[in-house]
């Protein structure tokens, strides 16, 4: 276990993107010392070896193991995490499969529908050209928008059409009623 020492000081303090003459500071040693560990040429006295482990967050297994034994702590730790959201797993596919059932439920669908209706009636498309490309506004840059279906009602025609309905039929009654 011991020669796993060196070489895993070298990585880990790698891991977390510090120098040797960083993690030397961190322990109050000097950089030949920490270079003399990750060569397995030094060891650390007990003391510096708690203040390595502490700078580094590392943990026995990760100081002294075997890139094996530390492959098996990953594991154990995400399969806790595995069984920590499994519940929560469950939930998601529990309200993905009822999101899924109300889809085909037809009050709901005629719904959708008819939202996606009304939105279509006041929205307002993009202007596009011949090649579906859309027209950008020359002052601004964006995209030009066109009169949306309801601003396309000719209101007036329709009033128009309804007052000349009311009068033929107005006058159609007083013709009745003569």
């Known amino acids: 276990m011991i020669e796993n020492f060196g070489k895993n000081v070298a990585r880990l303090r790698k891991e977390r993107d510090m120098t ?68 929560k797993i469950q939930e998601i596919l529990q309200a993905q499969a009822f999101l899924e059932d109300i889809m085909y439920d037809d009050e709901v669908k005629n719904t959708m529908e008819m939202v996606a209706m009304l939105y279509n009636m006041f929205h307002q498309p993009i202007m596009k050209d011949e090649e579906g490309t859309p027209i950008l506004d020359d002052k601004t840059g964006e995209a030009r928008m066109g009169r949306s279906q309801f601003e396309k009602i000719p209101f007036e025609k329709i009033k128009d059409a309804a007052a000349q309905l009311s009068f033929i039929i107005n006058n159609c009654q007083q013709m009745d009623n003569n």
Not at 53 to 65: D, H, M, N, R, Y
Not at 76 to 85: A, F, G, K, L, P
Request: glycine share 6%; no cysteine.
């Open 20 to 87: 040797q003459t960083e993690l030397a500071k961190a322990i109050g040693v000097n950089k030949q010392t920490i270079s003399n560990i990750e060569k397995g040429e030094g060891y650390p006295t007990f003391n510096n070896l708690e203040k390595i482990s502490q700078v580094l967050k590392a943990t026995p297994i990760e100081l002294f193991g075997t890139l094996k034994e530390i492959a098996l702590q990953d594991t154990s730790e995400i399969m806790d995490r595995i069984d920590r959201y499994s519940s």
